[in-house]
């Protein structure tokens, strides 16, 4: 299992994004809008996993909740499987406490889960699937091959 990425809430990308940009990091493409979660995401490379700044795009949004609760901050980390149902299936026989063990679609093109922070012992858990055949999905897009990381093909 590899960290995919740690994900940071900002009222703001700019704002949120000017540390990172001081730090010299690189944004992995263009702004994404997830509509399902209602977020806005800047990525930003870091090695072989990513800082992810969440902006709320609507009042709804988790991010929105999260800002109001606790202002800008570490909001989550998230862990690269290569079989999401079948880590769903495991983790449910370790008693883990899914929000929901229904997949949805989270930042280019990636299927999502999360594990509630009582479970993660205050850290909010998301595990990440890759589409196959994605670049993103052999960390392509993060300059490296995770098959030589993984040892094992995707
Ligand atoms: C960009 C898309 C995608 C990707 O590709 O990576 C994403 O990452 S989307 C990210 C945004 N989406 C989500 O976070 C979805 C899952 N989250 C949720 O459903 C909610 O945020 C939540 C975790 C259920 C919390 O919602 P909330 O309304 O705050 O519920 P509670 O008030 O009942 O909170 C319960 C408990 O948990 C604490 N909490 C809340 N958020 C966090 C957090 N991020 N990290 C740690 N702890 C958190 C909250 O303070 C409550 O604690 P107590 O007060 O002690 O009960
Ligand atoms: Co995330």
Redesign the pocket.
């Known amino acids: 299992m590899l960290l995919d990425?740690v994900?940071i809430a900002t009222p703001d990308l700019d704002q949120g994004a000017a540390p990172y940009v001081a730090l010299g990091l690189r944004p992995e493409g263009p702004d994404e809008d997830?509509g399902t979660?209602g977020?806005r995401?800047r990525a930003f490379v870091v090695g072989d996993t990513l800082i992810?700044l969440?902006m709320p795009t609507r009042p709804d949004?988790?991010?929105a909740?999260?800002l109001e609760?606790?202002g800008p901050g570490l909001?989550?980390t998230?862990y690269r499987v290569e079989h999401l149902d079948a880590e769903i299936e495991r983790l449910r026989g370790e008693g883990a406490r899914f929000?929901s063990e229904t997949p949805g679609p989270?930042?280019?093109g990636?299927r999502?889960v999360?594990l509630?922070?009582?479970w993660?012992q205050?850290?909010?858990i998301?595990l990440?699937e890759h589409p196959t055949g994605h670049p993103a999905g052999d960390h392509g897009a993060h300059g490296q091959d995770s098959t030589a990381q993984n040892g094992a093909a995707r």
Request: charged fraction near 20%; aromatic fraction near 6%.
């Open positions: 990425h994900a997830v979660q977020v995401v992810e969440l949004s988790p991010i909740g999260f609760k606790k909001h989550h998230a929000l989270g930042r280019a990636t999502v999360f509630h922070p009582k993660g205050g850290t909010l998301e990440v």
